[in-house]
């Protein structure tokens, strides 16, 4: 029974207000804060509304020369603040000496651009990179990423993507760490940390912006740029705790979102732009628009023109108009004629002047950018080698029946099928944003393999299919090569065009004919290894029933081949798990572990409970999952006392043993349930985690803390508290985990 006094719950109201609604906020020193003020003084209205505009390259040309004139002369009558997409140790230090030697004011740009996961060294996926469970190795990727592009003369990185997203149609789901708030946040902190650093005027540091705030990952339908309703509670306890994470982490900028949020453009919302995020949380950066996203308040039809929109966009708090040129052209005649306030305009240029200076630019404008430093860099063994580990610990083993991988020795003769093995396709295995990858700088799955296979095993290659398109089928003469070998390894999956943005499915099944050629690979009779390779989960039921062996290997950068060949031949045992669930088929989605009770949750005996005439209410694959080549037992899931009170913490311990013959890494999950609470809660969520790596026979206890946040939720009045009940952990290696154990708030 639970104990609801009044005074209880008053007491842990304020005993955890402090703990999730305030937020270490980056500031500079105060002279610094007043060398800001009196530049603005000395700046000219014109020069103001510069700063808050920033323009495109020529879109990631690799030419020499990527200004236009007219470009040239916005930027010497000091025009423009920053630009997207310009990058280059050579023609940033160009476009920078005009900035800072022909401007009156010689203030310096700031270049942005969108290195997702990895400039010229292209790593996994995020969502990919997110399977790995390992934010330490993230944060490495990461910073790999950020000394590329810093050295080619980025200042500023429209990364991470922190977008929670609960629906695998979206194609933007790829670009974030999956559907758990917990995750997502250790995910958008360690990126944080690996772009920016300790120290943002170290060598290698760029400016995060984490985007697309807010909540765009809940785009009605999957359908990217839809619209987006939710709760407040939802968008509170789901979608807002990432870039909370991001901003605590040190993130200096966000992005907002294309998206409205329940009738209001996240881009021209002051609601979310001001008093949330500045007012609530104590944001003390700048705020990008994404990409014409002030323009298309017009076409959301809050604005009537685009000198509305531009008043729309800037009061409500976003800083930067990132290429629809409002701002700059629109702007100047609506402060005016008093339809704007020029300490809108000031304020707003003092969160990008104080993010210049904090980043540097004012002792030297030129930074990181250097043509020697970009030689060494891009692409360097050190950079590959992150790559390589990365993609080791993104690929996750969905299903080994009867220990098929790692290919056996004994197999003589492997049979490689499919669109994405071969060196023809190479362009896809990097994914979504890769803007700068060259496919030739991409290790194939059949040189992978070759180079891994031991001496004297037959390696026999076919397309097989395209990858979307009906023509060029052949799967006879992949059938062919299939009985001649002891082993089918099948590449399938999607294309780099079918995820990322503007990359929503309405089927999340194999593209094209390629289920058809598995299918016909499976009749050879010989035992099928199913590799996908994809930026979303895909339906897979019959590939699931019928195939002996899946692994999930997303789109894992410029090492793909020499990773998966690892994998497949067992150099390196499998150890990525699920940042997001796979469901059986499109209809049950969203589909989430940490879905909500109901009413009526679902019993096997009672028909009038929550539940499919058609399909289980299960996943294919739940969150968390993801196999090894040995095997672990989990025993002893201890709390270290039965009560608690709320204010304080609790030390939990699980061991976990290597049960198999192999070494290997397993992530250890702990979850959490609130019994009963004031308002229905998850039937579980995820709290901590631990990557463990054991030899065979080995055991180790992890202990975990559970801190008062970690019990924190938002009361029916949506303010963070605690409540005196019972509690019930679960600990395992994924959302399924079975141990439980039970402790209990006392007031
Ligand atoms: C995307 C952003 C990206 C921006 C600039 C937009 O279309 O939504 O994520 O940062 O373009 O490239």
Known sequence: MRHRTALALILLVLLTAGLTSQSPVRTLAPAVEAKIDSIIRLMTLDEKLGQLNQIG???????????????????????????????????????????????????????????????????PIPLAEASSWNPALVERSARVAAMEGAASGVHWNYAPMVDIARDPRWGRIAEGSGEDPYLGSVMAAARVRGFQGNDLRAFGSLLACAK??????????????????????????????????????????????????????????????????????????????????????????????????????????????????????KLPEAVRTGRLSMA?????????????????????????????????????????????????????????????????????????????????????????????????????????????????????????????????????????????????????????RLSGEAASRSDIGLPGRQLELLKALKSAGKPVVLVVMNGRPLT??????????????????????????????????????????????????????????????????????????????????PFGHGLSYTTFAYSALTVAKNEITAGSTLDVSVTVANTGTRAGDEVVQLYLRDDVASVTRPVKELKAFRRVSLAPGERTTVTFTLTP??????????????????????AGGSSDAALETHFAVVP
């Not at 298309?296 to 800037?314: K, P, Q, V």
């Not at 899946?550 to 150099?571: R, S, Y």
């Not at 946040?709 to 679960?730: C, Q």
Request: proline letters at 5%.
């Open 540 to 621: 897979l039921q019959w590939e699931a029933d019928n195939i002996p062996a899946i692994v999930e290997a997303w789109h894992l950068g410029v090492e793909a081949g020499n990773a998966l060949a690892d994998i497949l031949t067992g150099a390196v045992n499998p150890s990525g798990k699920l940042p997001v669930t796979f469901p059986r088929n499109l209809g049950q989605v969203p589909l989430y572990y940490n879905h909500k009770s109901t009413g009526r949750p679902f019993s096997v005996k009672d028909h009038y409970t929550t539940r499919y005439l058609d399909v289980p209410n299960t996943p294919l694959f």
């Open 57 to 123: 390259g020529t879109w990631y040309d690799t030419k020499t020369e990527r200004l236009n004139e007219e470009q040239t002369a916005l930027l010497k009558a000091g025009s423009i603040g920053s630009f997207l997409g310009v990058t280059g140790a050579a023609e940033t230090g160009r476009i920078q000496r005009i900035a800072v030697e022909q401007t009156r004011m010689k203030i310096p740009v700031l270049f942005s651009a969108d290195i997702i996961h990895g400039f010229h060294t292209i790593t």
């Open 344 to 496: 809108v305009v000031d304020e707003a240029v003092r969160r990008v002047l104080r993010v210049k200076f904090a980043y540097g630019l004012f002792d030297d404008p030129y930074r990181h950018a250097r043509p020697e430093k970009e030689k060494e860099l891009l692409l360097s063994k050190e950079h590959r080698a992150v790559a390589l580990a990365m993609a080791h610990q993104s690929v996750v083993l969905l299903k080994n029946e009867k220990a098929l991988l790692p290919i056996s020795p004994t197999m003589k003769t492997v049979a490689l099928i499919g669109p994405l093995a071969g060196s023809e396709n190479r362009r896809d295995l990097v994914g979504a944003w890769a803007w700068a990858q060259r496919p030739e700088d991409v290790v194939s799955v059949i040189d992978g393999l070759r180079s891994k296979l031991p001496a004297g095993t037959r390696l026999l290659y076919d397309r097989g299919c395209e990858i979307s398109s009906d023509s060029g089928y052949r799967a006879e003469q992949a059938v062919k090569l299939a009985k001649q070998a002891d082993v089918v390894i099948a590449v399938l999956g999607e294309s780099q």
């Open 709 to 730: 946040v970690d019990l924190t939720f938002l009361g029916p009045d949506l303010k963070p508290r605690i409540e005196p009940g019972t509690f019930t952990l679960f």
């Open 212 to 329: 697309h705030f807010a909540a765009y990952g809940g785009a009605e339908a999957g359908r990217d740029y839809n619209t987006v309703d939710m709760s407040e509670r939802t968008l509170r306890e789901t979608f807002l705790p990432p870039y909370k994470a991001a901003i605590d982490a040190g993130a200096w900028t966000l992005m907002s979102a294309f998206n409205e949020i329940g009738g209001v453009p996240s881009s021209g919302s002051p609601w979310l732009m001001t008093d949330l995020l500045r007012t609530e949380w104590g944001f003390k950066g700048m705020v990008v628009s994404d990409y014409t996203a002030v323009m298309e308040l017009m076409n959301h039809r809050i604005a009537a023109d685009s000198t509305e929109a531009g008043i729309i966009g800037l009061s409500s708090g976003v800083d930067i108009d990132m290429v629809s040129r409002i701002y700059l052209r």
